[in-house]
């Protein structure tokens, strides 16, 4: 069972580059989410998307974009990254607003 | 607006009982989430709670007031793996489909 699965895992850029984060889930679920976790802040949403095609903002969405264009796969784009953007990024996916989410392992990114 | 607060540490001991509170303000709650997270691990899902009273599973409970905009995890027979974050998360549907997290409860097991 792969369940997520996010690529890369780890990556470092240098200020101003740009980069894209893959997330893929096979469990056929609808609703799909990017969070970043910092320390002492928990996990805070970026974008999500509640079907293919559709994408919607979080609480932290500036400076990033997302697509969904394939139910299976929800990409998070970072167009000019920044030192505040070092962070470890998380997707996760559901059935529905009331069921729990699953985690995939986390991207760890470092912004230069 | 949204606001989900816990402790930011707590300490027990190998054997005991552990409650770690949650209290949360939202507009359009929709259910209320207890993840675990080990250090350097993705979250993983204990318990969900959407009506007022008590959810057991194993040596995990949670429980829910939604009048009181209140819920905690209890941990009983504590062993030196619960050593984790704890994160309370409330689904709101204010707007969209969100799930608001807390930052989360860090455990330390001591023998």
């Known amino acids: 069972n792969a369940g997520v699965t996010q690529t890369p895992k780890f990556r470092v850029l240098k200020t101003g580059q740009s980069m894209t984060l893959l997330c893929a889930q096979d469990?056929?679920?609808?609703?799909m989410y990017w969070y970043r976790q910092d320390p002492g802040m928990g996990l805070r949403l970026i974008h999500y998307?509640?079907?293919?095609?559709?994408?919607a903002k979080g609480e932290v969405p500036d400076g990033y974009n997302v697509s969904r264009l394939k139910k299976q796969n929800f990409l998070l784009g970072l167009e000019s990254a920044a030192p505040s953007q070092t962070s470890v990024y998380f997707c996760a996916s559901t059935d529905s607003d009331n069921q729990p989410q699953h985690f995939g392992d986390g991207t760890r990114l470092s912004i230069l | 607006g949204q606001n989900i607060d816990q402790p930011t540490e707590m300490t027990a001991t190998e054997g005991a009982i552990v409650q770690i509170n949650c209290t949360y303000q939202?507009?359009?709650?929709?259910?209320l989430f207890w993840y675990q997270q080990h250090a350097g691990e993705a979250p993983t899902f204990l318990s969900y709670n959407v009506l007022d009273g008590l959810e057991e599973k194993g040596r995990f409970s949670s429980c829910l007031s939604r009048s009181k905009g209140y819920s905690y995890l209890l941990l009983k027979e504590l062993q030196m793996k619960d050593s984790a974050s704890y994160l309370c998360a409330v689904s709101d549907n204010t707007g969209g489909f969100k799930t608001i997290f807390g930052a989360g409860t860090r455990l330390f097991v001591k023998a």
């Open positions: 998307s509640v079907g293919e095609g559709t994408t």
């Open positions: 469990m056929n679920h609808e609703y």
């Open positions: 939202t507009s359009g709650f929709n259910g």
